[in-house]
């Protein structure tokens, strides 16, 4: 079975200070990785994702996640926050093989304060 | 390229009333998904269908909910009778199979109902 734990449900920092949302997974087998951000009332858009080819992984914003097999986490960062990246953040794990559900993380909610 | 297309956006209904959803994913998809979010979660898998064969229906409760996909193109989700406990966003998904497309799920806006 795999899961994913998302650690804080909201982050709050100020803009252009580092955004870092944590994300921790468990899976019985190596795992694709994504990183989906949803802004209200919209579906989910993919920021990242990682599929074993390289551990540091850069996305769209100017966002990025580490994979971290010893740790089995795979955090999301980005330098320098601005407004619009307020929204909500989910971390999602899948097997590596087929079309094969997301499990989700509960979500982690990012407030960025002028 | 059209992204996936979901209707009704939005569905107010009372208690013990019918309701469908209607998805329509990205042309050439071959895998559908619908996932529950309920407020502050994220979302969970209720069915997922590869062409017109649904190959994971574990989560989806039988005695009330059922889904067709017929011609294995676009899908529809049904809830009868829906209950309060329905209230939630009904999203879909779609993803295109290939060892080089790694299991990248694209969504729609989804349908959020509430059951008064």
């Known amino acids: 079975a795999q899961s994913v734990t998302q650690l804080g449900s909201h982050v709050s920092v100020s803009e252009g200070a580092l955004v870092l949302l944590r994300c921790n997974y468990s899976?019985?087998?190596?795992?694709?990785l994504f990183w989906y951000v949803q802004y209200p009332n919209q579906g989910l858009q993919l920021l990242l994702k990682?599929?074993?080819?390289?551990?540091l992984v850069k996305g769209i914003n100017g966002f990025e996640a580490e994979f971290k097999k010893s740790e089995t986490s795979f955090h999301l960062t980005k330098p320098s926050a601005h407004m619009s990246d307020a929204a909500e953040y989910f971390c999602?794990?899948?097997?590596?093989?087929?079309?094969?559900?997301?499990?989700f993380g509960k979500g982690t909610r990012l407030s960025v304060i002028a | 390229e059209a992204g996936v297309v979901q209707s009704p956006r939005y569905k107010i209904i009372e208690k013990k009333q019918p309701v469908a959803f209607w998805c329509n994913p990205i042309?050439?998809?071959?895998?559908l998904y619908w996932y529950l979010q309920n407020l502050g979660q994220g979302p969970e898998l209720l069915i997922r269908y590869e062409n017109e064969e649904a190959v994971d229906d574990s989560q989806l409760p039988k005695d009330r909910f059922s889904a067709e996909r017929l011609k294995g193109v676009d899908s529809t989700l049904k809830i009868q009778p829906a209950e309060l406990g329905d209230s939630a966003v009904y999203l879909c998904a779609s993803s295109l199979a290939g060892a080089h497309n790694y299991n990248e799920q694209f969504f729609g806006p989804g349908t959020r109902l509430t059951v008064l």
């Open positions: 990682y599929t074993s080819a390289a551990t």
């Open positions: 899976s019985s087998v190596p795992p694709y």
């Open positions: 042309s050439g998809h071959n895998t």
């Open positions: 999602a794990v899948s097997q590596n093989s087929g079309n094969t559900p997301l499990v």
